[in-house]
């Protein structure tokens, strides 16, 4: 859903993450604090799109890193909020809710809140964790695996302060991307790499997606199973995501587990094996 909206100011109010769940918050009263959310204009047309459907993907998030809350703001009112939700809704008018009815699974009716405001400080993390997700996801796409080692080693910062056993704390862009042996070895970077990209992306993606089944009404009544994206930022982590897929070798069937564009085969011997079976084909 979206909006035009605006920046306010709550006074005697401070923001509170719900722990183990990073899409929720809780707003409580204090008296010395103040949270900036982003708002719904009153009044303002509310529109309804589909995320997965249209050019929209984690690097425009991640490029309001540097940009004034003004342009920040712009870019919420064209493409809606990321979806952090409060537990507890605070009472407060300035705050506004809308209610999407209808029928939302096959066992009955379900009711769906869209929340009017999102704290300004959770769109700015989930922006610079953005930025390091893409950042990794870029860096994994260079075509040799030297190359990659090369990217990946001027961008994940280590802290020798973090360290416990052989595991240091590592960061990109000053995003926390979790514990790791420090790599030595190219291959040991994209491991690092794609381990520290699921790290980011478990930490947003919990309870963003939910299984369903639906009935479509139609004469055969036809039983159809699907996923249920919860919030705009889930639905940008999958488009990543399905952008990292792997493609099979034509070969032998396995996953291609280097990231060469346009790769057909898993390696030398699956190479050599196409070589020989389309020799074959030829002469015969």
């Known amino acids: 859903m979206t909006a035009p909206c605006k920046l306010l100011k709550l006074n005697q109010v401070r923001l509170v993450r719900v722990q183990n769940k990073p899409m929720e918050y809780v707003l409580k009263t204090d008296s010395d604090a103040t949270v900036e959310m982003v708002r719904w204009i009153d009044n303002a047309e509310v529109k309804l799109f589909d995320p997965l459907g249209v050019d929209l993907s984690l690097h425009d998030l991640a490029s309001l890193a540097d940009q004034t809350n003004t342009e920040l703001i712009k870019w919420i009112s064209k493409w809606g909020f990321l979806g952090f939700r409060p537990v507890y809704p605070l009472s407060h008018s300035l705050l506004v809710t809308h209610i999407i009815p209808g029928r939302d699974r096959f066992f009955g009716p379900e009711h769906r809140i869209a929340y009017g405001y999102e704290p300004l ?72 790499a794609l381990r520290g990209l699921g790290i980011l992306t478990d930490w947003y993606l919990g309870s963003e997606f939910q299984l369903y089944w639906t009935e479509e009404r139609v004469l055969t009544h036809e039983i159809r199973l699907g996923w249920k994206v919860q919030s705009l930022l889930g639905a940008l982590y999958l488009k990543l995501g399905y952008s990292l897929r792997r493609a099979r070798c034509v070969a032998c069937g396995a996953p291609i587990g280097h990231l060469r564009q346009g790769a057909k085969t898993c390696g030398p011997a699956c190479r050599q094996r196409m070589r020989r079976r389309n020799m074959k084909s030829v002469k015969s």
Request: overall charge positive; cysteine-free.
């Open 121 to 192: 400080a959770l769109i700015r993390e989930s922006i610079n964790v953005a930025k390091a997700a893409t950042a990794l996801y870029q860096a994994l796409k260079a075509p040799s695996i030297h190359d990659r080692a090369k990217n990946l080693k001027e961008l994940i910062i280590p802290d020798d302060s973090t360290r416990v056993g052989n595991e240091i704390k590592m960061r990109v862009f000053g995003v926390d991307i979790g514990k790791h042996a420090q790599p030595h070895k190219s291959v040991e970077y994209d491991r690092l």
